[in-house]
């Protein structure tokens, strides 16, 4: 499992550089995504140290030490959901940014205001 | 698990294509792949239930709002307080409006979209009440030339004014925000 948190952590660093040198909001706003889909990754990989069943109990997997840890899974899908909303959120400020000054690149925007 | 390790190798990959790529739409459609890929390797970390909820809100949701935001930017809303039988904005077979031509060049070089609507705006009920309106055209009853107002802090009508600055029957007119276009 260790070499899946080294490629989710690079996954981090690579959308985070992306972010520092993006000259779109929308690209801007989509990398955010990609860094909130690696940090449920790592997340994920937590829980499941050691582990090999599907945190259900069933006819396949009665014995509950083999499950995985279903706390992070939990504090997970609350994060996909908030997610999408603030997507919509942020999408919906740049289409007010676009019509007050009729540009989205990020180094206009700042020489406009100054 | 190989499989993991590969599906993560797959989805930095997909991470420099979105950074890299100059069209947004192009990138919406690897993100909705990525959100995929995403899926399937929630299930092979034994989160079946995570899989299904990035199924439908990742790939499904989330670039639907993407689409819908790129298509409302794409938009030049103009609203003309002139007569339709004024040859200004008029667009038939036989005669094309110099100011038609003008704005549809303009907005042809910046990729937007050019939407006209006649009459008064106070008229217009409905979806149009909440636009944003970019573009108001007038026909100033003292001397015969048209008035074109837009906002003070847009850089489109900074680049309007620029192009406008040597037609003597076209005048542009910035205006703070707050003030009543009319």
């Not at chain 1, 985070?16 to 955010?32: A, D, E, F, H």
């Not at chain 2, 993407?66 to 609203?79: C, D, G, M, N, T």
Request: net charge positive.
């Amino acid at each position: 499992m260790k070499i899946s948190f080294i490629l989710a952590f690079i996954l981090l660093c690579i959308s985070i550089y992306g972010i520092s040198v993006s000259k779109n909001i929308i690209k801007s706003i989509m990398l955010y995504n990609i860094i909130q889909s690696s940090v449920i990754i790592i997340f994920l990989n937590f829980g499941s140290i050691g582990a090999s069943d599907i945190p259900i109990i069933s006819e396949l997997s009665e014995n509950t030490a083999n499950m995985v840890d279903p706390l992070p899974q939990a504090l997970m899908i609350t994060a996909i959901v908030i997610g999408a909303a603030i997507t919509a959120l942020g999408l919906m400020l740049s289409i007010k940014i676009f019509h007050y000054y009729g540009t989205l690149n990020w180094k206009d925007l700042i020489e406009r205001e100054g | 698990m190989i499989i993991i390790y590969m599906l993560q190798i797959l989805l930095i990959f997909l991470s420099i294509y979105i950074i890299s790529s100059k069209n947004n739409l192009k990138a919406i459609i690897f993100f909705s792949i990525f959100s995929l890929v995403t899926a399937s390797l929630y299930y092979f970390l034994k989160a079946p239930d995570l899989a299904l909820a990035e199924v439908a809100i990742g790939s499904a949701i989330t670039p639907l709002i993407y689409i819908i935001a790129i298509s409302k930017q794409r938009e030049f809303l103009v609203v003309s307080h002139i007569s339709k039988r004024d040859s200004f904005l008029l667009n038939t077979k036989d005669t094309v409006g110099k100011g038609y031509k003008l704005l549809d060049d303009f907005t042809k070089h910046y990729n937007l979209k050019l939407v006209i609507n006649h009459g008064k705006y106070d008229e217009l009920k409905g979806i149009f009440r909440s636009r944003n309106i970019d573009l108001v055209i007038e026909k100033s009853k003292k001397n015969g030339r048209y008035i074109l107002k837009g906002k003070k802090t847009s850089i489109l009508m900074n680049k309007l004014a620029q192009l406008t600055i040597t037609d003597d029957d076209i005048e542009v007119i910035t205006i703070e925000e707050g003030e009543i276009y009319d």
